[in-house]
């Protein structure tokens, strides 16, 4: 990594996004299991909208491309001015960062591996913003601590997501500094609240919904998509209302709900840049043993890249 790095610089970047091409469609046919898992998801979440084997299979090559951009990238922006990560990704919506941050008790930044989520925080550092990620480390030690050096030279900061007190307490003095915090939420496996997501039952993560509910920070949804021209756009939504009854599991497992369907609604609008992974592993059980069937009809908005 470090050598591939450093030789970076010195690579026509014609010749770096051939490279990347090349790299997507040798790991489409070569990394099959990966993609049969994401077909098997999507059939089973969006079949209604994609009914033909082909059709779904195109969509999930989109969504592999996507990940192959996101890598190109995020590679490219590690040697970017301010000004050229500013003018890569537009912001929509600053607005409800702003007034979220005046709140003093900090902002949780939900988000999906959608789009190209690994420039949120580059692009929200260099508008002045403090941010930090939560993330999964590497098993190697060295090379975890590599990527967090790489992220703060992007001005971003890290928490481990493990051990699981020791990140909660991480991100509780980070929103108290009234800081962004930017949380991945739609990995939906095993040990979160069920909710209904794609229209079918899916465990998801609690953390997000505790932290919110324990800090008072702001919740606002977030997302880097890209268009038809491969044009990156930063969208912040408002605030979440949170549901406050005062019956702690109640309100735990309807505000899961509340962050999920804002997830899905991202998903249904791009489901080209999804990566179908998020699911546990069962995508080989009939849906009558994994979920109710899909009672969301299909969304007009859905939108696909070439």
């Not at 929509?92 to 789009?115: F, N, P, Y």
Request: hydrophobic share 40%.
């Amino acid at each position: 990594m470090r050598g591939f790095v450093a030789l970076f610089p010195w690579i026509p970047l014609p010749l770096f996004s051939v490279f990347t091409r090349v790299a997507i469609e040798l790991t489409f046919i070569l990394l099959w299991k990966y993609r049969k898992r994401m077909e098997e998801n999507l059939s089973l979440a969006m079949g209604r909208e994609f009914p033909t084997r082909e059709e779904r299979r195109g969509l999930i090559h989109r969504a592999w491309r996507n990940f192959g951009q996101v890598v190109f990238e995020t590679t490219c922006i590690l040697f970017a001015s301010r000004e050229e990560i500013r003018s890569l990704v537009d912001v929509r919506g600053e607005e409800h960062l702003r007034q979220a941050l005046a709140r003093g008790k900090g902002v949780i930044a939900l988000s999906a591996h959608l789009g190209n989520f690994t420039l949120i925080g580059a692009r929200l550092a260099v508008g002045g913003y403090p941010f930090s990620v939560v993330v999964k480390q590497p098993r190697d030690r060295r090379f975890a601590g590599l990527i967090d050096h790489y992220r703060a030279r992007l001005g971003m900061g890290t928490i481990s997501a493990k051990p699981r007190r020791e990140a909660a307490r991480q991100v509780l003095r980070t929103l108290r500094r009234n800081e962004v915090v930017l949380l991945i939420a739609d990995e939906f496996k095993s040990g979160g609240v069920q909710v209904e997501f794609l229209g079918r039952m899916a465990a998801a993560p609690r953390g997000p919904v505790t932290l919110a509910m324990r800090t008072g920070a702001a919740v606002l949804p977030m997302f880097i998509t890209r268009d038809l021209e491969d044009r990156l756009t930063l969208y912040i939504r408002p605030g979440l209302d949170l549901v406050k009854t005062g019956d702690l599991q109640e309100d735990v497992a309807a505000n899961a709900t509340v962050f999920s369907r804002q997830l899905e609604d991202m998903v249904r609008r791009y489901p080209d840049q999804w990566n179908w992974l998020g699911f546990h592993r069962d995508g080989r059980r009939p849906r009558s043993e994994i979920g109710r069937p899909q009672t969301v009809p299909p969304n007009p908005e859905v939108r696909v890249s070439p």
